[in-house]
């Protein structure tokens, strides 16, 4: 018997950070994009919740004016209350943490990454299927994101349009059916 001439073929099929990242069918890497992308978002939500926070932090308004919102709270400043404001922090608060944090880390994130090992499959049943899922779910982050700075149901003190729409996370009517601008249309999708 002739020996066979041993050859490892490991570096051939090293797909670049791109490759490996953006265009992956890889149930593992598509399943940390989900937590990587999830946990994001979830930074972006609790910044919310820590600008709700400090505004319960003493009595009064200090941050959301409807002269504007501060970030410094300033006594001497006029603060009238923005309710709007706050209905905005609550609903966005709410929807990117339900929608966009717990589900897609739960079930896009674990799932993807844990059922094919539990089930002893090699990867999940449409690869490219997964991928498209995961980029669909970017796109809606984002316009739900984007929502937050379109024109939205509140005013001002100068009268200008505040963005945001501010109608509880659930997004049901009759709230949703009042809300001026189209920041309620880019939360919907």
């Known amino acids: 018997m002739a020996d066979a001439a041993v050859h490892g073929h490991g570096e051939h099929?090293?797909?670049?950070?791109?490759?490996r990242w953006f265009m992956s069918t890889n149930h593992k890497?598509?399943?940390?994009?989900?937590?990587?992308?999830?946990?994001?978002?979830?930074?972006?939500?609790?910044?919310?919740t820590v600008y709700m926070r400090m505004e319960l932090m003493e009595p009064g308004v200090q941050y959301m004016c409807l002269e504007g919102a501060r970030f410094i709270a300033d006594p001497a400043a006029e603060c009238t209350p923005n309710g709007h404001l706050w209905n905005v922090m609550i609903t966005y608060h709410g929807v990117l943490m339900m929608f966009?944090?717990?589900?897609?880390?739960?079930?896009g994130g674990f799932g993807n990454y844990f059922m094919p090992l539990h089930i002893g499959a090699p990867d999940m049943a449409f690869p490219r299927m997964n991928n498209l899922s995961y980029w669909l779910y970017v796109a809606g982050t984002s316009l739900a994101v984007a929502s937050l700075f379109a024109p939205g149901g509140g005013t001002w003190a100068?009268?200008?349009?505040?963005?945001?729409?501010?109608?509880?996370?659930?997004?049901?009517?009759?709230?949703?059916?009042?809300?001026g601008g189209y920041s309620m249309d880019l939360a919907i999708f």
């Open 13 to 19: 099929d090293r797909p670049g950070f791109f490759t």
């Open 29 to 48: 890497d598509i399943g940390i994009l989900y937590l990587f992308t999830a946990a994001v978002v979830g930074l972006i939500s609790v910044i919310f």
């Open 100 to 107: 966009f944090v717990v589900i897609p880390a739960l079930f």
């Open 158 to 179: 100068d009268g200008s349009v505040a963005g945001g729409s501010g109608v509880g996370w659930v997004l049901y009517p009759p709230l949703s059916t009042t809300e």
